[in-house]
């Protein structure tokens, strides 16, 4: 697990809730299952796809506990850290693995993180603390610009000295941000993965060299998008850009403005495919209107994701 640098596709699941936002526990299970036996190269839990913002710290840890469970060692089992302060980040990241997290995947501390530009002694004194903590293998996050802190080549160099980092999940949504990224990570003296977050254009940044995806849209045909991955990483291009082809349009959909709703809009797709009952979020999360549910079941036929019978 702490081999550099990390590829592959980690799948960021939603999660499903009832109406009025409880989660729904029996629903998780047999969807993690289902992602699992898809063999993914990790599942990654407590982060933006399944709302981990709305999550208290016990919900949390039972998520991890209950993934875990099911899981089985088939994959390894992520989760995200959010927390406001480093010491806050350091012990949950210990709970978390004492949980059964085998790898973590750390959210700048807000707001604290917030602007450009953040000292590099702050954003690595804030990583290390944590790897040291938990020494599991972590994953540092790149948001668009304006959202976090921007890692620059000088920060990532520094970043790239902490023997835990073996990834940057790379969601800037920036083809100039990615590609600059790309090109740090591979001169580093140990390389770490670039794993794209941009759901818009996942097969493109692969092209670019990508060592694969930390993705919420693998919450969905999670097969298609490792084979995809698989295709690329062997050349055959062709096969890569069909799976996409089918893909692409749905991703592009489900993460168009507001970025806010694609876990409704994802939760609709999970529905229309009979893996939720529900396409219930937590509030202040409100669900899609009827419209966007039409379109999004017209688009999913069109593509191929569900059935011409599936409403």
């Known amino acids: 697990m702490h081999h550099r640098p990390f590829t592959g596709v980690i799948a960021a699941p939603m999660l499903p809730m009832v ?8 629903t998780l299970e047999r969807y993690i299952d289902w992602i699992a036996a898809q063999q993914p190269a990790g599942i990654v839990m407590n982060v933006d ?65 917030s602007g450009a530009p953040v000292p590099s002694e702050m954003i690595v004194r804030f990583h290390r603390a944590i790897a040291q903590a938990a020494d599991l293998p972590m994953v540092c996050f790149q948001f668009p610009k304006g959202w976090g802190p921007d890692y620059t080549p000088e920060i990532l160099r520094a970043m790239a000295e902490i023997p835990q980092l073996v990834a940057i999940k790379e969601a800037s949504f920036d083809v100039g941000q990615t590609l600059q990224t790309i090109e740090v990570a591979r001169g580093l003296k140990h390389p770490i993965g670039v794993l794209t977050g941009s759901d818009t254009f996942i097969f493109e940044a692969m092209l670019m060299g990508c060592h694969g995806a930390l993705i919420g ?54 529905r229309l495919q009979g893996l939720f009952p529900s396409a219930a979020c937590r509030e202040p999360q409100l669900g899609i209107e009827a419209d966007e549910r039409r379109a999004i079941a017209q688009l999913c036929r069109a593509q191929g994701l569900i059935a011409h019978d599936r409403t």
């Open 19 to 26: 109406d009025g936002g409880d989660i729904d526990w029996p």
């Open 49 to 113: 796809a399944s709302e981990v913002i709305a999550l208290d710290d016990d919900e949390q840890l039972r998520i991890i506990r209950v993934c875990r469970a099911v899981v089985d060692g088939r994959v390894p089992l992520f989760s995200g850290v959010v927390a406001g302060s480093t010491r806050a980040a350091a012990s949950k990241a210990a709970r978390l693995r004492d949980a059964g997290a085998q790898g973590l995947t750390v959210f700048p501390p807000f707001p604290t993180f």
């Open 217 to 270: 849209f693998a919450g969905t045909a999670t097969r298609e998008l490792v084979a995809m991955h698989h295709a690329v990483h062997v050349g055959e291009l062709a096969a890569a850009r069909a799976i996409w082809d089918q893909l692409g349009p749905i991703a592009r959909y489900c993460w168009r403005l507001p970025i806010r709703d694609f876990r409704p809009r994802m939760k609709e797709v999970l």
